[in-house]
């Protein structure tokens, strides 16, 4: 049955519900990384397969969804996949360039010159000795000689020295590429190696130095490696509608959306699990490489700080501003999903499908149906049961 949402009534409300009851939300063994949902480690990302079976209960074709807490995209791509606008906004920087990148057609000429281009620099960086690094050769840059970060503290405590000069040289040779499309698809692809080419231990999620970490390999095979996958990805989005239903990426905070009253079809989003997921540890190391302080990111995060006392306060506080502002661009009579956890804070559970429903009628919404998943597909779920939460805009 294919719902007709521009209707407001009881009994479409009703048989939203009846959809939602019967439908299957758990895609046990659903391929969860097609596309380019495999496209660079993100935590918590939201299933596919999820955020597209709710934009299609939610939306028509050609309708505008957003999402507003993007992370590393799923939404957007699922909503070009379902022949809808979409718009997406995060507060994280590295989740907006990931997201970007991943919603990005690139014809296969320039990325075969990306390819070539890195190729050979890896090449050279294999032949060359130690004191060969301050060189320059053709038009790939080599030189080390004024780069601040062979000196700075944090990356030579994070970085043995000759892993250092290498990422370097190769993040060098990203940050002059003039195609912003594959400069982007290249820092996504560097990204996804600084943690495994650092002196951070390889047995928590978090980022922990490793005081006895062994010798590193040279970064540059890794590197290559990590482009030829984000380029084999990237590159099946040309048979796509991607340039037809171009999202948007917007890096700003859910509680000060920059959209007009009104403007949005739906909403469809998965919000952070309080301090359970800290965004801005986790992807400290790519963050310092992008030129951004984790550390001031973390302050603004909603959920960020996991360690203060007053982190559920925070989170809610920031949560209820984003519900207010939900509630003021979406259409009247047009609804909102969210999938939430139960997430372990300090040692102890909250209730963040309870806070969530609350927030969400102070705001205005109804909430019009809701289910449950156990979420068995998600790696050392700690989350326990997830609900998936329907509202509307009377």
Not at 47 to 65: D, G, K
Not at 376 to 391: C, I, P
């Amino acid at each position: 049955m294919i719902l007709d949402c521009n209707k407001a009534d009881s009994a479409y409300w009703t048989s939203l519900q009846d959809n939602v009851s019967c439908l299957d939300w758990e895609f046990h063994n659903a391929n969860t990384q097609y596309l380019t949902h495999n496209l660079h480690r993100y935590s918590g990302k939201f299933i596919p397969q999820i955020a597209r079976q709710a934009i299609e209960l939610l939306s028509s074709p050609e309708e505008t969804v957003l999402d507003i807490y993007v992370g590393s995209g799923t939404t957007l791509v699922e909503a070009v996949l379902a022949g809808r606008h979409s718009i997406g906004i995060d507060l994280n920087p590295l989740a907006a360039l990931i997201s970007k990148v991943k919603i990005t057609p690139i014809p296969m000429e320039r990325l075969e010159k990306l390819t070539l281009d890195f190729r050979f620099l890896i090449e050279r960086l294999a032949e060359l000795d130690d004191s060969s690094l301050f060189a320059k050769t053709s038009n790939i840059s080599l030189g080390l000689q004024q780069d601040s970060r062979l000196t700075d503290p944090w990356f030579t405590k994070w970085y043995q020295l000759p892993v250092l000069k290498e990422l370097i040289v190769i993040h060098q040779n990203i940050k002059i590429i003039e195609d912003k499309d594959c400069r982007d698809l290249a820092l996504v692809a560097f990204s996804d190696i600084v943690r495994r080419s650092s002196n951070a231990h390889n047995g928590y999620p978090n980022v922990m130095f490793h005081r006895d970490a062994k010798p590193r390999p040279l970064p540059g095979g890794l590197f290559l490696k990590s482009l030829y996958d984000c380029i084999q990805m990237v590159q099946e989005l040309m048979i796509y509608p991607f340039s037809k239903y171009t999202p948007e990426i917007i890096l700003g905070d859910a509680a000060n959306i920059p959209l007009s009253n009104s403007s949005i079809d739906a909403i469809v989003t998965h919000p952070p699990y309080i301090g359970s997921i800290p965004y801005a540890e986790y992807g400290s190391l790519s963050l310092k490489w992008l030129g951004y302080e984790p550390k001031a990111l973390d302050e603004k995060l909603t959920g960020g700080r996991r360690q203060s006392k007053d982190v559920v306060e925070r989170f809610c506080n920031s949560y209820q501003k984003a519900m207010l502002e939900a509630f003021r661009v979406l259409k009247p009579g047009r609804s909102m999903f969210m999938m939430v956890g139960n997430p372990l804070v300090k040692g102890e559970i909250v209730d963040l499908g309870s806070i969530t429903k609350e927030l969400a009628t102070i705001a205005g919404f109804n909430l019009i149906a809701e289910t449950t998943r156990a979420g068995v597909n998600r790696r050392a779920n700690k989350m326990g049961t997830e609900l998936l939460l329907f509202f509307q805009k009377p």
